[in-house]
């Protein structure tokens, strides 16, 4: 057991209340991270792997004794315009008073070591499956972690108490990259830099947001090693759920339980489904049409605009107004 355990622990403060079902974001192919709501042995690998602070614990101590409370999944605002109650666990949306509702995909604290006394630290991860959005993705990952940072006021500070700031992390798990990126993991982080002199910080001063791009591909899980392995397997590789819980537990020692297996199942249904639909994202034609159809899916189950709708798929800015006319002319034919 780590030596802080047995008696450090962050307490809910109180729970926002989601404004969508989460039945609405079950057709958002990229959302299918979701499923790892439980899964802290894989969110442990991720942690590992990625987030320096953790590179020397174990995986086990790190999902047992790191990971507190159950990971949010899209249920946080995160609202720089409206003030809301959030708890220590982390809420998982954005919202602004001139734009839709965006909800982060997974959000949590994680405590770390740091000289034998625990950080805390805010993690998000994001599945994403556009890599060219119409906007650096990097960008938007940097807009996620100064979110987190500025959301702390009123809840891990007050006033002029600047020191209790946490740091936070942005995960982002990229489905589909560029060629030049596939298969790698980048992280991004402040640093010091001496114009005139030798002055120093301290590091936990300024070190306070790191985005991360973990990026996949076209390879089969069986041909990578490591963490790409894995999400590999989890996310990409159109293999039966049995086959994938097995490699979990054989290769990554992740144990099997029942929201392990219907997590993983629920992936794989998604994956087979686009399979069996014919959906090949190098077409446009056909992509265009299953967004279409999420889109209308969502507005007439959930009572959304057209905007909100795609501010939830993350259409980006180049395709909603084809979108919108595709859409707007399918209703008028309805009706006519």
């Not at 809840?155 to 790698?184: D, G, L, M, N």
């Not at 993983?264 to 087979?272: F, I, Q, R």
């Not at 399979?275 to 999420?294: L, P, Q, S």
Request: glycine letters at 4%; aromatic letters at 8%.
């Amino acid at each position: 057991m780590l030596p802080w355990t047995s008696s450090t622990s962050l307490k809910p403060t109180g729970r926002a209340t989601p404004r969508l079902s989460k039945k609405a974001y079950i057709d958002k192919y990229d959302i299918c991270l979701a499923a790892m709501r439980g899964f802290l042995l894989i969110i442990a690998n991720i942690l590992k792997s990625c987030v320096s602070e953790f590179q020397d614990l174990s995986i086990d101590e790190i999902a047992r004794h790191c990971i507190q409370g159950t990971p949010e999944v899209s249920t946080i605002p995160v609202e720089p315009d409206i003030s809301t109650t959030r708890i220590q666990s982390q809420q998982t949306e954005d919202k602004t008073l001139t734009e839709g509702t965006v909800f982060y995909d997974i959000r949590f604290t994680a405590l770390a070591p740091a000289d034998g006394m625990p950080i805390a630290l805010i993690i998000n991860f994001e599945a994403q499956n556009d890599f060219e959005p119409g906007y650096p993705l990097l960008k938007r990952a940097l807009y996620y972690c100064s979110r987190m940072i500025s959301s702390q006021y009123g809840t891990v500070f007050t006033k002029s108490h600047y020191e209790k700031i946490q740091k936070v992390y942005s995960i982002w798990i990229c489905t589909a990259p560029t060629k030049a990126w596939a298969y790698t993991i980048t992280r991004y982080s402040m640093k010091e830099e001496n114009l005139i002199g030798q002055a120093a910080a301290p590091r936990r001063d300024y070190d306070l947001l790191t985005p991360i791009l973990v990026c996949l591909g076209k390879k089969r899980y069986t041909e990578l090693t490591g963490l790409l392995k894995m999400l590999n397997l989890v996310l990409l590789d159109n293999i039966s759920s049995d086959s994938k819980v097995n490699t979990l537990a054989e290769e990554f020692n992740v144990e099997t339980t029942p929201h392990l297996e219907k997590g993983v199942a629920k992936m794989c249904n998604l994956s087979e489904g686009i399979e069996k639909r014919g959906i090949n994202i190098g077409k446009a034609e056909e992509r265009d049409n299953i967004t279409v159809k999420y889109v209308q899916a969502l507005m007439r189950k959930s009572g959304l605009t057209i905007d909100a709708a795609m501010d939830i798929l993350e259409v980006s800015e180049a395709d909603r107004s084809r979108y919108a006319e595709i859409i707007e002319k399918a209703y008028t034919d309805k009706i006519c």
